[in-house]
């Protein structure tokens, strides 16, 4: 189990109790001790000292809107950061500096995709960045599989590619990619978009069985049909293996 909560500014206290209680409502347990990111800065800094030791970072004072200038530039791409501040100079960063915090950007090699694309690994705000992170807290949770949502698929590649740099001599993590979860009127689910949450499914009589049914159908690992499941029932009936098949199995 893990919070990852390294985002502290946006942190609403207690969130972390009612995630706990809604997973054991819905009859989900973990091992060991759950681990909050908050508390896991040390890790991250030591990575990412281990990587520029690679020569692989670099600063960058870009914006959004820098980006958004450049993609809109001719050959530009639309959500592809142009390596604009890969090449500066020592002195060009020291004057840089000066006016702005950057963040630090990892290089990555041009075989993994059609452009540089190189991406945040710590923030201008000193936060350290979700891909760095949770690569580094799989390391050290020794995760070998990951499904997660299909809006995460981009993020694989980069994943990979800093677990390999952290830990060449580890075997890969096994990443499915799972189509998003819908609401009632076939939207993603989103606490942005007003969706409902389990505790209010919960608080509407809902029970905990008819939730991960609804959940499951939404993404075709249940028939339509039914209308329950709890999750000794999931776990005797669904086989990772034969629902990879119905997953996005990307890498």
Same mark, same amino acid.
């Given at each position: 189990?893990?919070?990852?909560?390294?985002?502290?500014?946006?942190?609403?206290? @207690?969130?972390?109790?009612?995630?706990?209680?809604? *997973?054991?409502?819905?009859? *989900?347990?973990?091992?060991?001790?759950?681990?909050?990111?908050?508390? !896991?800065?040390?890790?991250?800094? +030591?990575?990412?000292?281990?990587?520029?030791?690679?020569?692989?970072?670099?600063?960058?004072?870009?914006?959004?809107?820098?980006?958004?200038?450049? /993609?809109?530039?001719?050959?530009?791409?639309?959500?592809?950061?142009?390596?604009?501040?890969?090449?500066?100079?020592?002195?060009?960063?020291? =004057? &840089?500096? !000066?006016? $702005?915090?950057? /963040?630090? !950007?990892?290089?990555?090699?041009?075989?993994?995709?059609?452009?540089?694309?190189?991406?945040?690994? +710590?923030?201008?705000?000193?936060?350290?960045?979700?891909?760095? /992170?949770?690569?580094?807290?799989?390391?050290?949770?020794?995760?070998?599989?990951?499904? &997660?949502?299909?809006?995460?698929?981009?993020?694989?590649?980069?994943?990979?590619?800093?677990?390999?740099?952290?830990?060449?001599? +580890?075997?890969?993590?096994?990443?499915?990619?799972?189509?998003? =979860?819908?609401?009632?009127?076939?939207?993603?689910?989103? $606490?942005?978009?007003?969706?409902?949450?389990? $505790?209010?499914? +919960?608080?509407?009589?809902?029970?905990?069985?008819?939730? *991960?049914?609804?959940?499951?159908?939404?993404?075709?690992?249940?028939?339509?049909?039914?209308?329950?499941?709890?999750?000794?029932?999931?776990?005797?009936?669904?086989?990772?293996?034969?629902?990879? @098949?119905?997953?996005?199995?990307?890498?």
């Amino acid at each position: 189990m893990r919070m990852e909560d390294l985002d502290l500014p946006r942190v609403v206290a @207690g969130s972390d109790d009612q995630i706990l209680r809604d *997973l054991e409502w819905l009859g *989900l347990d973990w091992d060991g001790p759950i681990v909050y990111q908050s508390e !896991r800065t040390d890790l991250y800094q +030591r990575a990412l000292l281990d990587l520029d030791a690679l020569g692989l970072c670099y600063p960058c004072f870009c914006s959004r809107k820098d980006i958004q200038v450049a /993609a809109s530039a001719p050959h530009g791409k639309a959500g592809v950061y142009p390596g604009t501040c890969r090449s500066l100079s020592v002195g060009e960063v020291a =004057m &840089r500096t !000066r006016i $702005k915090s950057p /963040a630090i !950007r990892l290089k990555m090699p041009t075989e993994i995709g059609d452009s540089c694309d190189d991406f945040v690994i +710590r923030r201008a705000d000193a936060l350290f960045a979700y891909q760095l /992170a949770v690569t580094v807290d799989d390391l050290d949770q020794g995760v070998t599989e990951v499904v &997660r949502g299909a809006d995460l698929i981009d993020s694989t590649p980069k994943q990979i590619y800093l677990a390999e740099l952290l830990q060449p001599e +580890r075997g890969g993590i096994n990443y499915l990619h799972a189509p998003l =979860m819908l609401d009632d009127k076939g939207r993603r689910m989103s $606490k942005r978009d007003g969706s409902i949450s389990a $505790k209010q499914w +919960r608080r509407s009589g809902g029970t905990s069985e008819q939730l *991960l049914a609804h959940l499951l159908t939404s993404i075709g690992i249940l028939e339509e049909t039914q209308e329950c499941i709890a999750i000794g029932e999931l776990i005797e009936q669904v086989d990772i293996k034969l629902i990879a @098949g119905k997953l996005l199995s990307m890498y």
